[in-house]
């Protein structure tokens, strides 16, 4: 998809069982989560941040509905039809689900150690949660499957080593790694054709993921001057430059357009 430039405000800144769906209405913007990276929590308490909102222009297209009849267990978890996830908007056409990251400007031979901590990513409902999440080079992702049916996780990577593992029961658990950059890779189950998460893996902990209201932030980050880019799985990207000096904070606002 081809980028276009967004306007800043303030500072410049993945067997083969798969159901068809009617398009319905936008998904609604899931509960408050915070839209933090675990990594984050490994970047200097020291340093600067990129923080904004997120929001895009135009109607937002409708996310198609997911047929979950033959899949009793999954659709008795909704109270109201569920749908893909594919535009997450919120209040005030906010935007969730956006991967935003550095993508130039980290200082040259800086690395940075993976967290200890797994991310967590859940199979329920027969939907992965969360839709889109950071992870850095060599941190675990723990796959779990919440759901009494059968899944698969296939992982469709370029700069990556692919995988396919199935998980048939409830209560399994399943972790890999990423030994490479790549924003993003995509996350499906062959066994249901509408669940699908993206991953962005990156070498250092600036990155973030727009949450229910479309806000992000980026912390940490050592003087200089960054190229950052925000990732949308159907609106395509946006990049700004954004210069930090010392400790202080830049807002940038991005907009993307419906599409």
């Known amino acids: 998809m081809t980028g276009r430039i967004f306007s800043v405000v303030g500072g410049m800144f993945l067997l083969t069982v798969c159901s068809k769906g009617d398009n319905s209405h936008v998904q609604a913007a899931p509960p408050a989560v915070d839209p933090a990276p675990a990594s984050a929590t490994a970047a200097a308490t020291a340093g600067g941040t990129i923080s904004g909102k997120i929001k895009f222009t135009g109607t ?13 267990a999954c659709k008795s978890k909704y109270t109201t039809p569920p749908t893909e996830e594919n535009v997450v908007a919120g209040p005030a056409n906010a935007l969730a689900n956006v991967f935003v990251y550095v993508s130039a400007g980290v200082p040259a031979g800086q690395t940075f150690p993976a967290p200890a901590t797994p991310v967590v990513l859940d199979q329920s409902g027969c939907r992965y949660h969360p839709h889109v999440f950071g992870v850095m080079v060599g941190q675990s992702v723990e796959i779990r499957n919440s759901d009494p049916v059968l899944h698969n996780i296939k992982a469709v990577a370029k700069k990556n080593r692919p995988f396919n593992v199935s998980q048939p ?54 003087p200089g001057t960054y190229t950052i880019e925000a990732w949308h799985e159907k609106f395509g990207t946006q990049t700004a430059t954004v210069t930090i000096a010392g400790t202080e904070t830049k807002t940038a606002n991005l907009t993307f357009a419906a599409r």
């Open 60 to 72: 937002a297209p409708r996310n198609p509905a997911i047929d979950m009849s033959e899949e009793a």
């Open 169 to 222: 029961s409830a209560g399994m658990k399943t972790t890999r790694t990423f030994t490479a950059p790549e924003v993003t890779v995509n996350l499906q189950c062959n066994v249901h054709g509408w669940m699908h998460a993206w991953v962005g893996v990156r070498p250092d902990p600036f990155y973030a993921v727009s949450g229910p209201d479309g806000s992000f932030s980026i912390t940490g980050l050592p």
